[in-house]
């Protein structure tokens, strides 16, 4: 009795560890980059990525560019983002899943120039859009717009 | 999924030293200038693609502004940065947003003419139409799938979607497979075009996504098409 309440014990911790130190699904691709000149990288999980055309990007993505670079990002709801020189953002959080209404866009400006045109995310449900900046956060209701954040 | 974004703002104000001051083969990448020292946000809108100009706000804690005209732009600057998932407790240092002000057209190509230029065109669309419940293009649409095709080539296209769809006659196994072949007529077209085609994408939502809403069994042009999305 008291060795099966053990051994159900250690299943039970086993299992629990076991889904823990799973590893997440598969990142899943979120859109890619559609044009790069100069110097820009993708940092993700602790590596760096040379920023090149067709890179596909996941959820957590750090873009930055260089003092000569240029990055152009297409999300598969085709929300557009471009990237000047010396600029860099973070995909904090990226759903489309439309028919299940999962659905969010959460972006981080942290430095730069950055433009934005909204995609079907922030048509089909415009609360879902969050870019955020070191001075507030910016709620879309379906538009363009432009960020610049610079020394004081 | 919350706990692991929040964390990350968190040590938001720390991320560039843990980048950069890590570093120890010589010689050392120039330390990009710390987020803390203060900062200026401006925020503008802008007239999307079409001319249109919609709506945004920027919110703080201290409040909000609302934009709601192409070139209207607000400014906060702050001695320290705060992210949202500080609470407002952390914020008495940044001011609410000011009352918006216009913009002017060359001040807005000096600081974002690169940023505007690296933003990417919207994608290109294109509905083909069929004949009946066939694989057979229409007269017009068959005219069309040269137009599709260079416009693959000349955008430099990255990706290419092309979905076939059907009417709601027959059963929904027989539609996903003709939306297939439908799909996979379009596609032929791609083929002979110099690209890599692994880049295109052949897919089939059958009936399950009408254009013209129709009960079962009904025959409606508008529904037999393939739509051809150029990224």
């Keep these: 009795m008291r060795a099966t309440s053990v051994i159900a014990g250690l299943l039970l911790t086993l299992f629990l560890l076991g889904t823990a130190a799973a590893p997440a699904r598969a990142a899943e691709s979120v859109g890619f980059v559609r044009n790069a000149e100069g110097a820009g990288l993708v940092q993700r999980e602790g590596k760096e990525l040379a920023a090149r055309e067709g890179l596909e990007l996941v959820e957590g993505d750090v873009i930055r560019t260089g003092s000569d670079g240029r990055i152009g990002v297409l999300f598969h709801d085709d929300t557009r983002v471009g990237l000047g020189p010396s600029s860099e953002v973070r995909v904090v959080r990226y759903r489309f899943q439309p028919a299940r209404g999962d659905l969010a866009f959460v972006l981080q400006i942290a430095r730069g120039a950055v433009t934005y045109v909204s995609g079907k995310i922030a048509a089909l449900g415009p609360s879902h859009v969050r870019v955020e900046t070191p001075v507030g956060v910016v709620g879309v209701r379906g538009t363009a717009f432009a960020v610049r954040i610079g020394a004081d | ?231």
């Design chain 2, 1 to 231: 999924m919350r706990a692991p974004s929040w964390a990350w703002l968190a040590g938001f104000g720390l991320l560039p030293y843990a980048l950069y001051g890590c570093a120890s083969a010589p010689p050392p990448p120039p330390p990009p200038p710390p987020v803390s020292a203060g900062v200026v946000v401006v925020v503008v809108l802008l007239p999307d693609d079409a001319g249109q100009v919609g709506r945004i706000t920027l919110s703080n804690p201290q409040g909000t502004q609302e934009l709601s005209r192409a070139g209207e732009a607000v400014r906060v600057s702050t001695p320290e940065p705060w992210h949202s998932s500080q609470g407002a407790s952390r914020s008495r240092s940044i001011s609410a947003p000011a009352a918006p002000f216009a913009m002017d057209s060359e001040y807005i190509t000096r600081v974002f003419g690169a940023a505007l230029a690296a933003r990417p065109g919207p994608p290109a669309r294109f509905v083909l139409y069929f004949e009946g419940e066939s694989d057979r293009l229409t007269a017009e649409s068959q005219q069309r799938l040269a137009e599709v095709a260079r416009s693959v080539v000349e955008r430099r296209a990255l990706a290419v979607s092309i979905v076939g769809h059907t009417d709601t006659v027959g059963t929904r196994e027989y539609n996903f497979q003709l939306g297939l072949r439908r799909a996979r007529r379009v596609q032929e077209a791609i083929r002979a075009q110099p690209v890599d085609q692994s880049i295109v994408r052949v897919d089939s939502h059958g009936k399950d996504d009408l254009l013209v809403q129709t009960a079962d069994n009904v025959p409606e042009p508008r529904n037999r098409r393939v739509e051809v999305t150029v990224r």
